[in-house]
């Protein structure tokens, strides 16, 4: 099936989200949207998967336009989706979930459980995917989850299929199995428009690239290009993708923790018998799929969870037992990994954030009475220093973009003076521009010779930002390796999956991901990126710690 | 050479830029809580005068034959109508046909009907803003009413002290009482929107019985009623005998900035309304979130207690299980047609206050049931928790479009 969108428009008020695109979708290609958050990526597939209606253009189908008046509509005419979030209802079955708005009837007006079982078996087999039709949707990991939703709308006849930002939340594993799944669909002829922000896995896997900026298609690009072309097609303006810092410079190990265990309400250990340091003047950064007591773990050294056993020594005092007031007022700072549920206060003003963590302090308040004057020139100097685009800092927070919030966040907490930096996921949902200013404030922060500990899901982050990197599985640190060139992505993946690091080192020398080999073409090709350092393009299969060459290497 | 180019181009803006802020400030003004307010009450009344006119023994003897002589029929429902009206305003607002001084007294009796309103209704706007829907201020009001009665009455004390004991006496005891919901719910989670009903009903039975006994019932009397309270604890009144307009107005009066302080200016308002706009953020902030929802409790229970208290020392000088009304039911609605704030909350006391005046006048005069105000003030509330419906019904809206008022977007 050829599928065009011609001059698609979307209006939301004065907001043009979609400002006459047009794009050709071919049979059995892997094409891939690229874009910022907030590009208007998502807003052009729920178009086309008739969530919304365009305001001008249209939709062509092989060569007869259509109109959609819903996702039916859509689906029936072959487009099938995949959305960010999963739309699966977990208390059912993996077969029940497939058949889902078209179930398959038997005699007497019963659900015909047995055709739809069939159905899921036989996708199942037809790609590998290994999915038991009977499971419990909730049972199942995340990225089983995913094939479920493939397989929902694969049993619909899908010929093109839309993958929403599908890698966002699969281990870099998973993410590979997913690459491969995507492959095998394109050899039966199904197209798949792959929507993402992340480079790396465009350039792995797709065969057309457009790029979307602030609505419109600013370009198509190829696999072969760096990714330092890619990045700034997408952005509009070269960026530079690594953090420039310079070697950490460690000084005492002044938080410390000790035999750590953290239960949860069923009394299971969340966070399991962890002890590390973090220095003055480093970055430890904490990686692990999400999931894995990372969570926890900051929210245990916050005070909003009490150890059931272990220290957190902070210059030598034992945070364990105090509140979360007391653990600010000694010096933490803390930004938590969902800004807008536990770090902001949507209907507040911009300077009554700054001040949240601090609104009882001298400087702000005086006998109980908090001074508006004070909070708003605050307020200024923050909005100046972080380059926080906000038209008053009287209107509610809730009025900033993403980025600008967590620079709220960023500006709050670094404003008083720290002892430690605790950052979980600090970067989540940014885009590019707004990711590399907050790289730069962490690592000045760290360059003042504060303690930093950042929490990252994302591989890129944690390799751009850690001077060493510990990686959690299932609430133990499974290994710790140092930061920067030493630390090999394929490793740090085994060991986010569980692969205690010895043996992940052996399996990795052994074993090349497709990102890891895409890197290597691009690198191969592009020699503006490729590493100096590493002089043999391909690496010994021998050699047990052979780093992969890739552009990643040189964050 | 680029002199010409450049002329036209800033002039552009400019021209544009006004019609575009007419547009959207008519926007704003329309779309606002205040408009909405204003015209859920126009339309309460309209709805409500239909009523009057079919509850008007001449409208429906006109009606029957309403096609034969229309003009007796809209005339018969414009009288019912006016006279109901009018005679409301008289009862609440100005009656010219008093004599002298007495023309203001129904402003005033308007006053003194509010004052029990705005204490609880700005107990309750606390509680809102800080998310905890406490429906106990009836209870809080009956509780801190006994205790400022009991005071009253029993407790022997030089004039001017004895007001200030009485009023302090029913703040803690109505505090208390809300503040078993927020200790509850700090503790236990218990929701407070069930401790506190449950509250209100043990409240209710507990006067009850002190009623009938020698604590709180007049010796020598059988009614369930107390001795009245001493003259050294009776609410100076303002305006002299004329009118029973107290002291206790300038109070509430002072309470509502007193809430503004608290609630836009300390510090622990800020955490009263950082907990309740997002919790979740006011915990990672370091605010002790269960400790201000037993803060926020004892405020709320406090001022409603305090209204109470006014009811007693200001207007009935005794203490009965009636004396409280409707006054903590009455007061969620005065803070939600308030919005919560301070101001909105002495308006919205005003405006019950004067159905509550004005109705007594409105059945005699007019013969229009006294329930009429209750239709009244339930149409508001519906109103006012459905914005989008008071768009819709509204005139003042669908006049504003073609001046390019968009119905629409105010949903956004």
């Known amino acids: ?555 | 050479m680029t002199t010409t180019a450049q002329a036209p181009a800033p002039a552009e803006p400019q021209a544009t830029k006004p019609a575009r802020e007419r547009g959207s400030y008519l926007q704003q003004v329309l779309d606002s809580s205040a408009t909405t307010i204003v015209v859920a009450i126009v339309i309460a009344l309209v709805l409500a005068s239909l009523l009057v006119v079919a509850a008007d023994p001449d409208a429906q003897k006109a009606l029957v034959y309403v096609f034969a002589r229309p003009s007796d029929f809209f005339g018969a429902a414009w009288d019912a109508v006016y006279s109901t009206y009018s005679a409301l305003f008289r009862g609440a607002i100005f009656d010219p046909q008093a004599s002298g001084a007495r023309q203001i007294r129904p402003i005033t009796e308007t006053m003194v009907s509010s004052v029990p309103l705005i204490f609880a209704g700005l107990g309750l706007g606390i509680g809102f803003r800080s998310g905890l829907f406490n429906i106990g201020a009836q209870g809080q009001v009956l509780i801190g009413a006994a205790a400022g009665a009991w005071v009253g009455f029993a407790v022997p004390m030089p004039a001017g002290l004895h007001v200030i004991v009485v009023c302090v006496a029913a703040a803690v005891a109505g505090g208390i009482w809300a503040g078993i919901a927020g200790f509850l719910k700090a503790r236990t989670g218990a929701s407070e929107v069930i401790v506190t009903i449950m509250l209100n009903s043990i409240a209710a039975y507990l006067v009850a019985y002190l009623l009938t006994t020698s604590v709180l019932r007049q010796p020598g009397s059988t009614r369930p009623i107390t001795p009245p309270v001493k003259d050294t604890a009776v609410m100076p009144l303002l305006l002299g005998d004329q009118f029973r307009l107290h002291l206790g107005f300038l109070l509430a009066i002072l309470a509502a900035v007193g809430v503004w302080w608290l609630m836009e200016r300390s510090t622990i308002g800020f955490r009263f309304r950082a907990v309740g706009a997002n919790q979740d953020a006011a915990r990672t902030a370091g605010i002790k979130v269960t400790t201000v929802y037993v803060l926020v409790m004892l405020v709320a229970g406090g001022l409603a207690g305090l209204g109470g208290a006014m009811q007693i020392i200001g207007t009935d000088k005794t203490f009965q299980a009636s004396s409280a009304g409707s006054i903590g039911f009455d007061a969620i609605t005065v803070a939600l047609l308030g919005r919560s704030r301070p101001l909105g909350t002495v308006l919205a006391a005003l405006l019950f206050g004067a159905l509550r005046a004005g109705s007594p006048l409105m059945q005699t005069a007019a013969g229009t049931p006294i329930d009429l105000v209750l239709v009244i003030q339930a149409v508001i509330v519906l109103l006012i928790a459905a914005p989008p419906l008071v768009r819709e019904l509204s005139l003042v809206h669908w006049a504003a479009v073609p001046f390019g008022y968009d119905r629409k977007k105010a949903a956004a």
């Not at chain 1, 695109?21 to 998967?49: C, Q, R, W």
């Open chain 1, 1 to 555: 099936m050829r599928l065009e969108l011609q001059g698609i428009t979307k209006r939301f008020g004065s907001l043009v989200a979609n400002d006459g695109i047009d794009l050709t979708f071919e049979p059995g290609e892997i094409h891939a949207l690229l874009g910022e958050n907030g590009a208007g990526k998502s807003t052009l597939m729920n178009v086309l998967y008739g969530l919304y209606q365009p305001d001008g253009g249209q939709i062509v189908v092989d060569g007869t336009a259509r109109t959609f008046a819903g996702p039916g509509e859509a689906m029936a005419a072959g487009i099938g989706m995949v959305h960010q979030h999963f739309m699966l209802i977990p208390v059912f079955t993996v077969a029940e979930n497939v058949v889902l708005g078209h179930e398959p009837v038997a005699g007497g007006g019963l659900i015909d459980l047995a055709q739809a079982r069939r159905r899921v078996k036989e996708i199942s087999d037809r790609f590998g995917f290994d999915v038991d039709p009977d499971a419990l949707v909730e049972d199942l990991p995340v990225g089983v989850q995913q094939r479920v939703e493939i397989i929902k709308a694969l049993s619909r006849d899908a010929e093109v299929l839309i993958l929403d930002e599908p890698t966002a939340v699969l281990t870099p594993q998973e993410t590979d199995e997913l690459i491969g799944i995507m492959r095998q669909l394109k050899e039966a002829g199904t197209s798949v428009v792959f929507i993402t922000h992340k480079l790396r896995e465009v350039r792995a896997v797709a065969d057309t690239i457009s790029v979307i900026r602030r609505g419109k298609v600013v370009g198509t690009a190829s696999p072969q290009d760096s990714e330092v072309e890619l990045a700034s097609l997408m952005v509009g303006r070269s960026v530079t993708l690594a953090v420039e810092k310079a070697p950490a410079e460690p000084g005492d190990a002044t938080f410390q923790v000790r035999d750590l265990t953290v239960l949860d309400a069923r009394g299971v250990a969340v966070v399991d018998d962890v002890s590390f340091d973090v220095r003055r003047g480093e970055i430890l950064a904490i990686a692990g799929v999400q999931g894995n007591g990372q969570t926890e773990l900051t929210e245990t050294i916050l005070g909003l969870r009490s150890p059931s056993a272990g220290h957190l020594l902070l210059d030598g005092t034992d945070l364990g037992p105090l509140t979360v007031g007391e653990v600010i007022e000694a010096g933490v700072g803390f930004v938590p990994e969902d800004r807008t549920t536990d770090g902001l206060i949507a209907s507040f003003s911009i300077a009554e954030n700054l001040v949240l963590d601090m609104h009882t302090s001298p400087q702000f308040a005086r006998a109980g009475s908090l001074s508006p004057a004070k909070v708003a020139a605050n307020a200024a100097t923050r909005v100046q220093e972080f380059d926080i685009r906000a038209g008053s800092v009287q209107d509610p927070v809730s009025t900033l973009s993403g980025g600008n919030q967590q620079k709220v966040v960023l500006a709050r907490e670094m404003s008083r003076p720290l002892r430690l930096l605790v950052a979980s996921q600090p970067t989540r949902g940014l885009d590019v521009g707004s990711i590399e200013f907050v790289h730069k404030r962490i690592v000045a922060e760290r360059d003042g010779g504060t303690p930093v500990i950042i929490v990252s899901t994302e591989l890129d982050e944690v390799l751009a930002l850690a001077d060493r990197i510990a990686v959690m599985y299932r609430g133990t640190i499974i290994g710790t390796v140092d930061g920067g060139h030493a630390a090999d992505r394929d490793v740090l993946g085994l060991m986010m999956a569980g692969v205690p690091l010895e043996q992940a080192r052996e399996q990795a020398a052994g074993h090349h991901t497709a990102l890891a080999e895409a890197d290597e073409v691009a690198a191969g090709a592009d020699p503006l990126v490729a590493p100096v350092q590493d002089a043999p393009v391909a690496p010994a299969p021998a050699a047990p710690v052979t780093p992969t060459p890739s552009t990643e290497e040189e964050r």
